[in-house]
């Protein structure tokens, strides 16, 4: 196993443990088509993706898968062999059963609650894992096993997640339980009450107020008026007896 694609590796888990909770055993649902490459690339499937993915794995897959198999008839006798010796995970298929392809994605579709990785061939239902955000998709190409990059999808999951846009239902349940525990959830019909304390009139109010200042360009007041009027009086009176002293001599 090459030292970069290890790294790569490492690198894409990091993302997937780091942002949707990934944790050992890693589920890995498998199909026949998988199955099939991997027989055809000879390569161990339980023994090489525990190592690849750097922790314990748990190989399932379901009855639609091995039913679907099992209906190809001699040509994918040896995938059916492989898929055979994994565990089995219930689907709502058991009636009537579905293609392998269809029932993966169904396993998924719901947001993903068992945080599965989805291990194809399939271009069309990897097409449709990588619409989803937060799938771990696994392929096989040149005899080797690869984890693909996360999709789009999930790379702007986790930006919204980053700018509180969105809080994933398990989160959100998370810290409904927290809250609970700690007492800080309102019961129904509870109702919180405000204690008003007493204290005396606002001391802003009591405050005296402040005469206005007259303005500039504003007309004089009525004593004003009083004195001017007073004055004109008195200077006309004293205009009038200088005249009349001055007739008199």
Do not use: W
Not at 20 to 41: H, I, M, S
Not at 72 to 79: D, H, P, V, W
Not at 220 to 235: I, M, Q, T
């Amino acid at each position: 196993m090459g030292v970069t694609r290890q790294k790569h590796a490492k690198k894409i888990m990091g993302f997937y443990k780091h942002n949707f909770q990934f944790r050992e055993p890693f589920q890995v649902l498998l199909d026949g088509t998988f199955c099939q490459a991997a027989l055809r690339n000879k390569i161990q499937i339980r023994e090489q993706l525990p190592g690849y993915l750097d922790g314990a794995a748990q190989l399932c897959t379901t009855r639609c898968v091995i039913k679907e198999l099992e209906s190809l008839g001699k040509e994918l006798y040896g995938a059916k062999l492989i898929a055979q010796r994994f565990e089995v995970r219930n689907c709502s298929h058991h009636k009537n059963p579905v293609s392998g392809s269809t029932c993966l994605f169904s396993m998924i579709e719901d947001g993903n609650p068992h945080h599965f990785f989805i291990a194809t061939q399939d271009q069309d239902l990897s097409n449709k894992v990588k619409r989803k955000p937060g799938i771990p998709l696994l392929f096989i190409i040149q005899n080797t096993m690869v984890l693909d990059k996360p999709s789009p999808k999930s790379l702007a999951f986790v930006q919204k997640l980053q700018t509180n846009q969105l809080v994933p239902e398990y989160q959100k349940q998370s810290i409904v339980e927290l809250k609970e525990k700690e007492g800080l959830v309102k019961q129904e019909g509870e109702k919180r009450r405000k204690r008003k304390r007493a204290g005396g009139p606002n001391p802003l109010s009591c405050l005296k107020k402040k005469k206005k200042k007259t303005q500039e360009g504003q007309e004089p007041s009525a004593e004003k008026k009083k004195r001017r009027k007073r004055k004109r009086k008195r200077v006309k009176a004293e205009a009038m007896q200088s005249v009349q002293k001055n007739e008199g001599e």
